[in-house]
């Protein structure tokens, strides 16, 4: 589709032409495009004779850019195309139900409503229907009977509701998404000169023929050629995958392509292709980013054949459909990679093979774990209800009542089927929790919202999350702990310090000259102060801001900058070094009337004193400055400057006779050296006032901060101190990069992981740190096994060398007003004020997520466990379930839906942070939740088995128990089934607190959505009861017992209070559930199939196996049972931890009923567990004694415990089966850490402790 509209765009182009509109045709910039180096000059030179007639036939001029005119601007889009990638259209709501309807268990009932509808219409000739027993006979009079088909009808139609419910939850999820997108967007401007003046414009706005300024750090929005450079260098690898990076000039190669970086240096561009055109958009346009979605079917039949592939090898693993499913499941699982449009999606082209995984949604791995295993118990339990129900039935109508099978009678025998039938099913549909992916979507989602207000940009959603759980925070100095308005302070010029700016008078007029002059032109000619925009404020810095400062410098000794810029452009200056973090200098050379060159170059004052030989004394001449007057001036100068907090920066020229010819400009080291000091400034960059209490906060909430930073060492303590990261007395270590890089490698130059331990719990600031010591230190931190936990860690960066510290972090904050593209695109949250405070909100934010979901799961559990018991003995005990199927969808609706939507939106509150992060393998279903779950299921269980065998009493109502197939519904289980849903409304309330809280209601009002769901589903309840009649099984009831009903729901926040008397640590027999996966679990062949994913998506792993272990047949246990004899040999591997059978299964638990762990006693390291196991429990009991001393894991193994397996099990003949690698978790990932990581708690989770 896309290219036929393309092809549109063309022939309207061309006959644009025929007007001789513009030199060059779509097709010629398109061709041109694709050449490289020498290739695409000869054709410039061939096409257009140079640039200078490129640009003239474009219409516009290298100088002054654009008119700027709109009918000029809109010819142009008219002509080339807009720059944009069309977005992929969104998925229909038709197709999102579609994709709703996909739920197994919805399926299931849909065929069992439909069978019902059908049945009922059966009418068996009335003679016969005494010899189908007494079940079916009874009390039926004629418009009852008439009424069999409303049940089938009402299953269907709250199948209808749900899958409404679903999709439109979905649908409006994704337009977020779509809106978060298009802001991500919005935001990214670009600097084009248009009608002489440099102005920033959206990037959708760039067209063909703009004259675009480049600088380091720019992702490049459009293609175009380079009129004029300095020193650029651009990383390609997004498009050629070469990570060397490409030097760029006139004369060689000055071809820039859109989505590539810009490494170093800075130039001119006029832009020759945008949008679907430039490189990028090509690339795109294969990718099928523009298309529709027309080539489903096409998809569907690719599908079709993979199946049958798959069952021919059997490998049932990363199949594709599975994957679609999972997709389709759990929308938040979903990486919102936004594809900013513009720059297209180089973050899919690059795939860095290099770069170590990271982990993806811990929370949705765990969650999705949690939801298959209740699945299963879900599933084990419906299917023995049907059973049960079955048997007895058959057992009383043709063995106790002996009567013969009757052909009329079998439509209603089959009547009978279909009735336990949909029983079970229904079973199934409130015991499996498809709200759990809901919740997690609706608060990521929510959260992420809200977290645009306090200024976080979420460009991951898990970001948001994983934020929740971070124990240590690397963060910038300048900018985000300090206002990033810097401003010269001191001076020492002229061998003078001068404590604040000097009176220009007092300094020597040559020297002032040259000061001047340098400043000028060895700042980026993109850097100038504009005036404020309202009177009376600040002067606008823009650009980088230490030369702001600078700049600033100037204009406080009354010259004014921008008189020098103007005679002498940038075109004039004859090369230019820029800024880069190797060099930590800047230098620019001109060349003078007489052939003699001069060159400028400020920088970092250790760095370049170093290369000073003279220093321009009072009278203005350079005397020699020898190392010995260097120490002298860094113990005098720049110590005391730097210990106030400044950053100090040297000023130094060089001239080159003409005599001695041109220099080797390439050759760095003799061009920058023999250097003549001007003079050094001390900049002030002032703290931010509300840093040092966010840093609080964060050191409360067991967040450690630390300040990696370019500055010098003295600066940086300064500094560390003003924010708090140092308080006076503490024995932390501020080291300088290189000292660092000495302690952590050892003799070979090699880093390592030991070093690394050994320094970074101490360490709180790394000064003159180069990007490299970054990415090294936020690597050692996460890889480190020294504490128990594994560190999560956020990292704040705005450079474009921060990008791979970004990235390898587990949440990479960027920069929003004072990052570069590079960082942005690197990162995971935008801060878009650049303040660290948000930093802290964005920690509260993802720890409010963690809780709302907990919320939820403390409720839904609660329902689940409840409503299952209840239909399963009811069905066992009185041959029918008390709560109707219709009845238990509208239960699951307000359980899984509703609230999800109230709990999962409780803003969050400051007392958040008062408590430690969870870390990675803190289990959803801490004890105290697990306390609350099982005493409010003893209550309501009490409650409702009280009022179903003794209720006709109690209110002196008609016994509604075994009732004939189609009675009429009766008071007895109307009120049964009232208070069962009052009970979980007054539970809802409770669920709000999940720590043992004594006050429910605190800050209830504060949450609107919350207050509407309890209302509103308690009137619709009411209109349900007084109206709904035989759909829902009900009668209207009468006051008084509406009141009973909500004095016994009203009693579970009583009960809850006696709950939260009872101290958890009494409770020992209290397990924790929900634990994710840890990276080592996840078997070899696994990783292997994941290596080609950027990262490990846990949640997708889960559902994958999830829907693998419900359709896997037997040879799997069969397989199973081989396994574990084959590993009963190398289960010593388990060097003195927990031998592997305690590990959690419900048999074990069964048979060691004395099996406790006192909580004094140390935690025992598990490696946490994958559902797999349950399927062989016994083989694994018989296995070894039990093993309740834990030894501390050796770290070098004895002899007795390395026997190498006797039979190793080798992945490959065992493809097809799941089995093998569940026992693969037997080995922590490579052996590499000494203890696979301890899980928090001792007998770890009793998975299936439904």
């Known amino acids: 589709m896309a290219n036929n509209s393309y092809s549109g765009v063309k022939n309207s182009m061309v006959e644009a032409n025929h007007d001789g509109e513009f030199g060059c045709t779509l097709k010629e910039l398109r061709s041109l495009m694709e050449l490289r180096g020498a290739e695409a000059i000869s054709k410039i030179g061939e096409s257009y004779g140079d640039t200078q007639g490129l640009c003239n036939r474009l219409k516009t001029s290298p100088i002054d850019g654009l008119s700027g005119q709109p009918a000029d601007i809109e010819k142009r889009k008219t002509a080339y195309g807009q720059n944009l990638i069309p977005p992929k259209k969104p998925k229909t709501f038709l197709q999102l139900v579609w994709e709703a309807l996909q739920d197994v268990t919805l399926i299931i009932l849909e065929v069992a409503a439909i069978v019902s509808l059908g049945l009922s219409f059966y009418k068996p000739p009335d003679a016969e229907r005494e010899h189908c027993g007494k079940a079916a006979g009874g009390v039926e009079d004629e418009n009852e009977s008439e009424a069999g088909w409303i049940e089938g009808a009402a299953i269907l139609l709250s199948v209808i509701c749900v899958v409404l419910v679903t999709a439109f939850n979905d649908w409006s999820k994704e337009k977020q998404f779509r809106g978060l997108q298009s802001r991500i967007e919005q935001e990214q401007k670009f600097t084009v000169v248009r009608g002489g003046q440099v102005i920033q414009i959206p990037v959708a706005e760039i067209v063909v023929g703009d004259i675009a300024q480049i600088k380091y750090g720019d992702l490049l929005p459009a293609d175009g050629v380079l009129i004029q450079g300095n020193d650029l260098k651009i990383d390609e690898s997004s498009l050629t995958g070469e990570s060397d990076h490409v030097k760029k000039t006139q004369e ?87 594809l900013n449009s513009d720059n297209g999606g180089d973050a899919e082209e690059k795939k860095k093979a290099n770069l170590p995984k990271k982990e993806k949604s811990v929370l949705q791995g765990k969650l999705t774990k949690l939801a298959v295993q209740i699945g299963k118990a879900g599933l084990v339990m419906s299917a023995i209800t049907v059973i049960i129900l079955v048997v007895l039935f058959v057992a009383d109508t043709f063995w106790i009542q002996n009567l013969p099978w009757v052909k009329d009678c079998t439509p209603i025998y089959i009547q009978f089927f279909v009735k336990f039938f949909i029983i079970g099913v229904t079973v199934l549909v409130v015991a499996v929790p498809e709200g759990l992916p809901l919740a997690v979507t609706i608060s990521l989602a929510y959260s992420v919202k809200k977290m645009m207000k306090d200024n976080n940009l979420v460009r991951h959603l898990d970001a948001c999350e994983t934020m929740g759980n971070a124990t240590a925070i690397c963060s910038d100095k300048t900018g985000t702990l300090t206002m990033n308005r810097m401003t010269v302070v001191q001076a020492y010029v002229a061998e003078n310090h001068y404590k604040r700016v000097p009176e220009p008078e007092n300094i020597p007029p040559s020297i002032l000259d040259i000061l001047i002059l340098g400043i000028a032109v060895n700042c980026a000619y993109t850097t ?24 600033g410098f100037s204009n406080d000794l009354k010259r004014d900058y921008q008189t020098i810029r103007n005679e002498i452009p940038e075109e004039k200056l004859y090369k230019v070094y820029t800024f880069n973090s190797v060099r930590k200098s800047m230098s620019t050379v001109l060349k003078l009337a007489d052939g003699s060159y001069r060159m400028f170059s400020k920088g970092a004052s250790e760095i370049l004193l170093k290369k000073c030989y003279k220093i321009l004394t009072a009278n203005g001449e350079p005397k020699v400055f020898r190392p010995r007057d260097r120490d002298d001036m860094v113990k005098r100068v720049i110590e005391p400057m730097a210990s106030e907090g400044l950053r100090t920066i040297c000023l130094a020229y060089r001239d080159f ?113 180069s990007p490299t010591d970054k990415h090294t230190l936020v690597k050692g931190i996460i890889d480190s096994t020294v504490v128990e936990q594994r560190q999560v860690v ?82 066992c005990i009185t041959q029918d379930s008390p709560l109707k199927a219709v009845q238990m969808l509208w239960v699951n609706l307000i359980m899984d839906t509703f609230a999800s939507l109230a709990l999962a939106t409780e803003p969050p509150t400051e007392s958040l942070l008062l408590r430690k992060p969870y870390g990675r393998n803190k289990p959803l279903i801490s004890r105290t939740m697990m306390k609350n779950i099982l005493g409010q299921g003893v209550y309501q269980l009490i409650i409702i088995f009280t009022l179903l065998f003794a209720g006709e009493k109690l209110f002196d109502i008609d016994n509604g128990r075994n009732a004939p197939l189609h009675a009429p519904p009766s008071e007895h289980y109307t009120v049964v089934f009232n208070t069962f849903v009052l009970m979980q409304l007054f539970n809802e309330i409770n669920a709000r607190k999940i720590h043992g809280e004594r006050n429910v209601f605190e800050g209830m009002f504060n949450n609107p959505i919350f207050c509407t769901i309890v209302f509103g589903t308690f009137i619709i309840q009411i209109v349900i009861v007084q109206f709904g009649g035989k759909p829902f099984s009900c009668v209207a009831l009468t006051i008084d017992q509406w009141l009973w009903c909500t004095f016994l729901g009203f009693g579970s926040l009583l009960w809850g209070q006696v709950i939260s008397s009872i101290p958890t640590s009494r409770l020992k027999f209290l397990k924790t559930a929900g634990h994710g996966t840890q990276k080592e679990e996840i078997p070899d062949e696994e990783l292997e199939e994941l290596e080609d994913m950027d990262e490990i998506d846990h949640a997708e792993r889960e559902l ?63 490696i946490d567990d994958t559902d797999a196991e349950d399927d062989a429990p ?71 402790s439904l």
């Open 794 to 875: 956020a990292v704040t960066g705005d450079g474009t060398n921060d990008g791979p510290a970004l990235k390898k972090a587990d949440v990479g904050f960027a920069m929003g007003i004072a990052g570069t593209d590079v960082a942005k695109e690197a990162s995971d949250i935008i801060l878009t004020d650049d303040n660290f405070s948000s930093i802290v909100k964005a920690v509260m934010w993802g720890r409010n997520v963690y809780d709302s979901i907990s919320k939820f799961l403390q409720f839904q559990l609660t329902v689940n466990v409840v409503a299952v018991i209840v239909a399963f003995s009811g069905a």
């Open 657 to 769: 006779t003409a005599s001695d010819g041109e220099p080797d400009w390439d050759n760095e080291n003799d061009i920058l050296t023999g250097l003549t000091c001007i003079c050094v400034v001390g900049i002030e960059d002032p703290v931010r006032p509300e840093v040092p209490d966010a840093i609080r906060k964060c050191q409360r909430a067991g967040i450690t901060v630390r300040m990696v930073t370019g500055d010098n060492i003295n600066t940086a303590r300064a500094i560390a101190t003003k924010c708090g990261i140092l308080q006076p007395g503490d024995d932390f270590l501020c080291l300088e990069g290189k000292e660092f890089n000495r302690r952590i490698r050892n003799e070979k130059g090699e880093i390592e992981q030991e070093r690394i331990d050994k320094i970074w719990p101490k360490l709180r600031v790394l000064a003159r740190s």
């Open 1178 to 1248: 016994t083989k694994r009991n018989s296995a070894s004694p039990r093993n309740t001393t834990p030894t501390p894991p050796s770290p070098t193994p004895s002899p007795a415990t390395t026997i190498a397996p006797t039979t190793p099990v080798s992945p490959s003949p065992n493809q097809n089966n799941n089995a093998v690698e569940s026992s693969n978790h037997l080995l922590p990932e490579g052996s590499k850490s000494g203890t696979p990581s301890a899980p928090g708690s001792p007998l770890h989770s009793l998975e299936t």
């Open 528 to 551: 100038k102060i504009m005036p404020p925009e309202k009177e009376g404020g600040l002067p606008r810095q823009v650009g980088n801001k230490t030369e702001c400062a600078l700049l």
């Open 252 to 338: 060689k190669d000055p071809m820039l392509l859109s989505g590539t970086h810009v490494m170093e240096g800075s130039g001119k561009m006029v832009v020759t292709a945008v949008g679907v055109n430039s490189q990028t958009g090509i690339i795109f346009t294969l990718l099928g980013g523009g298309e529709d979605d027309d080539d489903d079917e096409e998809e569907k039949k690719k599908e079709k054949e993979e199946k049958k592939k798959q069952k021919k090898n059997k490998k049932q693993d990363g199949s594709v459909e599975n994957r679609k499913k999972a997709k389709a499941q759990d929308g938040a699982a979903m990486e919102m990679q936004p």
């Open 1104 to 1166: 994958r196996r999830g829907q693998i272990l419900w359709f896997r047949g037997l040879n799997r246990i069969q397989t199973q049972i081989r396994v574990v004899k084959a590993f009963r040999s190398s289960i010593s591997l388990y060097e003195g931890l927990e031998k592997p059978e305690s590990r959690t299964s419900i048999h074990n638990f069964m048979t060691h009923p004395e099996f406790r762990i006192e909580d004094s006693e140390p935690h025992i390291p598990l």
